[in-house]
């Protein structure tokens, strides 16, 4: 089913992009929110700038190995260029490039088109669209015009903190596999039902997970529970990790 545009904005809306709707009433599912704009971003032009814009400002929010693991389990693959020219955009100035990672399962568009639906309507503006792509737009065959970031569109940090508090631990862990660990758990119905399933959502190997889990555990962000003498654990968020 296609991601709905007025839900997509919502949840931007709420970690603190300046869209005129209503904000979504809880935090997002960043990575899926992520997979989500990929999607419907060609209906709106103003919804890619302003992603690409809250990504390199915020992009260290992002549960990079979940992220990697979504697009290999659910993203389409048509819409692989468009999510790829996202974050080649929103990384720009990062050392080392912030979705490096990510980027390398993506592939660029084997028939280069407009990027937009509004241009690819009309011959015209299809022919301007290739006459003004950027260099990057140009690699991944989805072509749009360079544009600045829009700073001015976004909330301060400290009001996307104060309204999200889950995501101040995502910003303590700068992305790494704790954030995706504490994602998973939060977003994905069974990922708690084993740390193998665990590191299958949250995009680490076994012996990864459980070390993210022993420090997760000893900050209180997460806990295992014992629940059959087969030595078969669950695991669940603990009362720290909001």
């Known amino acids: ?3 709905d545009l007025d839900h997509v904005l919502a949840q931007w809306a709420r ?3 300046g869209v005129d709707v209503a904000p979504h009433p809880t935090t997002p599912d960043l990575e899926r929110l992520i997979l989500q704009t990929a999607e419907c971003a060609a209906r709106m032009p103003r919804l890619f700038i302003l ?3 809250w990504l390199h400002g915020f992009g260290e929010l992002v549960a990079k190995h979940r992220l990697r693991g979504l ?3 659910e993203l389409h693959a048509h819409q692989g260029p468009v999510l790829g020219l996202l974050l080649s955009i929103a990384q720009d100035g990062t050392h080392p490039p912030r979705f490096a990672s990510v980027l390398r399962d993506l592939h660029a568009e084997p028939a280069p088109r407009p990027l937009f639906d509004i241009e690819r309507s009309n011959p015209l503006l299809a022919a301007r669209a290739a006459r003004r792509a950027s260099a990057l737009s140009r690699r991944w065959g989805v ?3 360079e544009f600045e970031f829009k700073d001015d569109a976004l909330r301060p940090a400290s009001w996307m903190f104060a309204t999200n508090p889950e995501l101040v631990a995502r910003a303590d862990f700068r ?3 704790r954030a995706s660990v504490l994602a998973a758990l939060r977003h994905d119905a069974d990922a708690g039902h084993s740390e193998l399933e665990l590191a299958r959502r949250a995009g680490g190997s076994r012996a990864q997970v459980r070390a993210a889990l ?3 555990e000893l900050t209180g962000k997460a806990r295992r529970i014992r629940v059959s003498q087969r030595h078969r654990t669950r695991i669940e968020l603990g009362a720290a990790s909001t």
Do not use: F, Q, Y
């Open 1 to 3: 089913m296609a991601a």
């Open 15 to 17: 970690v603190g992009i």
């Open 51 to 53: 992603a690409a814009t």
């Open 71 to 73: 697009v290999r389990r």
């Open 143 to 145: 072509w749009c015009e």
């Open 175 to 177: 992305g790494d596999l």
């Open 214 to 216: 022993d420090n997760l």
